[in-house]
């Protein structure tokens, strides 16, 4: 029987321990890799890496070859919520539990923080690829790198947040919420589950199901987010509830009440466990994170 609270706890380990070292270790050198490490080694649930390693597991690939992917999304992801907690975005003060980065070292320090941690992202990718002794092995760290652009950039979450700002202050429809969150959370779920599949050599059959089961959980996740700013406990989660209402945010509860969009997440947790319902015992672990996305509670 798959134990879904040990898998999570020896992936954090693993993910922890090496996004510790890519970091500089327990005593990081600079300011700037101190600010990177802060908010990077909070304390968050490592919801991608684990997400790419599970794919790349359920297609019988090795947690260790996309451990490089992991942590690159786990940097892209951490940069993503420094700049978002900036004061010129959501001015957030508080984060994984703690100040946010900007709060703790100043604006200029948090937002050199998210850039390079994203750099960083794709240093890593990049020697990752180079690595690699067969042409075979260097073409799918290419193609999983470029996977990793499009999912974040102008197109992808960049654009996400983007409307999230334009929208602000105007109730819209919840085919654009939902545009919204494909982009904004959705494109690096996405990601997190394609790169690690491709990157094991997944078919194409497994890729079309596994994308198909990201983009359900994706929006089960936002979805579940919604709902915890409502019902969560702050302290558990780490950062402040009821800001959604308070700052007029375009969300599920507001648009289709709080039943609606517990009822709408548990529906796309059964779509996405339908998606890979082909897959044998080695996807039991995309199967419990499916429902752990939406009963979390942080
Ligand atoms: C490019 C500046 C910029 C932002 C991109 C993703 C994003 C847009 C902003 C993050 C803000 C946010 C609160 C989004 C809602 C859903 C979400 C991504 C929550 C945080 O992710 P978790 O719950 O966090 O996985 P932990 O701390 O566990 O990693």
């Not at 490490?37 to 070859?65: F, T």
Request: proline share 2%; aromatic share 6%.
């Amino acid at each position: 029987m798959f134990d879904l609270k040990t898998y999570l706890t020896a992936l954090r380990q693993l993910v922890d321990d090496r996004l510790s070292d890519y970091l500089g270790g327990d005593e990081p050198a600079t300011r700037i890799l101190q600010a990177m490490s802060y908010s990077v080694m909070a304390g968050g649930k490592r919801l991608r890496p684990i997400l790419c390693i599970a794919a790349a597991e359920a297609v019988g690939g090795d947690r260790h070859v996309v451990l490089p992917m992991a942590c690159a999304l786990e940097m892209i992801h951490t940069y993503s919520l420094i700049h978002d907690d900036l004061p010129a975005m959501d001015d957030d003060q508080t984060r994984r539990g703690k100040p946010t980065c900007h709060k703790q070292f100043d604006e200029a320090t948090a937002i050199l923080a998210g850039d390079a941690l994203l750099t960083l992202a794709f240093e890593i990718l990049a020697k990752a690829g180079s690595q690699k002794t067969t042409g075979e092995e260097g073409s799918r760290w290419l193609a999983a790198a470029f996977k990793m652009t499009t999912a974040v950039g102008h197109e992808g979450m960049i654009d996400g947040q983007m409307r999230d700002i334009r929208f602000e202050g105007r109730v819209i429809s919840q085919t654009e919420l939902e545009t919204l969150h494909r982009l904004k959370t959705g494109k690096l779920i996405e990601a997190s589950v394609e790169t690690g599949a491709l990157l094991c050599g997944a078919s194409v059959d497994q890729r079309k199901a596994l994308l198909a089961y990201a983009q359900s959980i994706g929006l089960a996740f936002q979805v579940a987010d919604d709902v915890l700013n409502i019902k969560g406990d702050p302290q558990r989660l780490g950062k402040a509830t009821g800001t959604d209402q308070q700052r007029g945010k375009n969300t599920y509860p507001a648009l289709i009440g709080l039943a609606g969009a517990e009822h709408l997440a548990s529906r796309l947790v059964n779509k996405a466990l339908k998606a890979i319902d082909t897959f044998d015992n080695k996807a039991d672990s995309l199967r419990a994170i499916a429902h752990y996305v939406i009963e979390r509670t942080r």
